[in-house]
């Protein structure tokens, strides 16, 4: 880790839609330092792909409003030209979508959509330099018999195959830093394990910096060096893998946690999950987004709460709740179980 790569600072992005403004993205702060893998959890809708898309000038429409500031490494990207991002898209940003089917060409060969990916971003690369360069990246990433499968179609793949071959694009041009949007969707959970075990050991070998999008919180646990876990389009809390696992202080990342099966604890006769629906990002509420789904909400949530520290010896453990402290570590659970309980209507004058 040699200091921030990727800078978000205060990030807002709106759409206009025949229905009224949509708010995808509201004040998002974040940032990804050189090699760590950086996760972005929640449910859909949360924002998580539209923060990822601003950053690469994806979502540059004319009906979209972007505020605030995106630097990778100092160079100012929501206010670069679009022939800036061009040469930073592929270069400095790799991209891996989230499905492998429809991001490549079906009419056009593997290998051959790798190698026009290099060439476009380095002059003087011959094309069979290119292609030969395509055919490493492909066995790098574990593609077996890889000049033999550079000649095949999209379609002649399977879908973990074509997940590599996306991999080995993204990787083509030494990125500095990747951008994984639920890579593994659309796998099965075998091959989900092996993509992501050889995405964790590229990035360890070539130091680039992963920002990983996901919904489970077992790739969280697995991958993750710091996690942003948002709702709403808002970060509603920030931590170490390791703190957010063992102390999570937001009511939405105790219903995540508690709706995960635990092969740890007897099995319960339902699966917990948060009551409600995610709010419409057409209306918002003016006060705490989560509050109406909340069992723990109380006045002060009719306001929005800042992203600041609970714990006051782990500033970088960041939450967005009116909560105190005690309140967040009595509520989340009994007997060290996390999950969203509902209070004891004798408890609720206690909380504020």
């Known amino acids: ?6 800078e978000i600072d205060n990030l807002s992005v709106t759409f206009s839609t025949p229905d009224g403004v949509v708010r995808a993205a509201d004040e998002v702060s974040l940032t990804v330092r050189a090699g760590e893998i950086f996760c972005l959890v929640g449910e859909s ?8 898309r601003t950053v690469l000038g994806l979502t540059r429409a004319a009906n979209a409003r972007c505020h605030g500031a995106i630097r990778l490494d100092g160079q ?3 206010t670069a030209s679009e022939r800036t991002m061009q040469r ?5 940003i790799g991209l891996i979508p989230q499905d492998p089917m429809t991001a490549m060409n079906p009419v056009q060969r593997v290998g051959r959509q790798i190698a026009e990916q290099i060439r476009a971003h380095e002059s003087g690369v011959s094309a069979r330099a290119a292609k030969d360069r395509a055919v490493e990246l492909m066995t790098r990433v574990g593609i077996p018999q890889a000049p033999a499968r550079a000649l095949a179609y999209p379609h002649e793949l399977s879908g973990g195959m074509r997940q590599r071959v996306l991999i080995a694009m993204a990787l ?3 990125p500095r830093l990747l951008i994984a949007d639920e890579p593994t969707t659309a796998l099965d959970v075998s091959i989900q394990a092996q993509i992501l075990a050889e995405l964790g050991q590229l990035c360890r070998q070539t130091g680039v910096a992963l920002l990983l999008v996901t ?7 697995q991958m993750a060096d710091r996690v942003a876990v948002m709702y709403a389009g808002r970060v509603v809390e920030e931590a170490e893998v390791t703190q957010l696992f063992s102390d999570p202080l937001h009511p939405y990342t ?3 946690l508690g709706s995960v099966p635990r092969l740890d604890r007897p099995r319960s006769a339902r699966l917990p999950a948060i009551a409600g629906s995610p709010p419409s990002m057409l209306r918002p509420s003016g006060g705490c987004d989560f509050a109406p789904r909340c069992p723990h909400r109380f006045a002060a949530c009719a306001s929005v709460p800042p992203l600041a520290a609970s714990v006051p010896e782990e500033p970088a453990h960041r939450d967005r ?3 105190p402290l005690a309140g967040k570590r009595a509520l989340r659970g009994p007997a060290g179980a996390i999950g969203l309980f509902p209070v004891p209507a004798c408890d609720q004058g206690g909380i504020a």
């Open 1 to 6: 880790m040699t200091g921030d790569l990727l």
């Open 45 to 52: 809708g949360s924002g998580k792909s539209v923060v990822c």
């Open 76 to 78: 100012e990207l929501l």
């Open 88 to 92: 930073i898209r592929g270069a400095q």
């Open 172 to 174: 083509s041009c030494s």
């Open 215 to 221: 919904h489970d919180f077992g790739v969280v646990a």
């Open 254 to 256: 105790w219903g995540l």
């Open 321 to 323: 709740c009116w909560l």
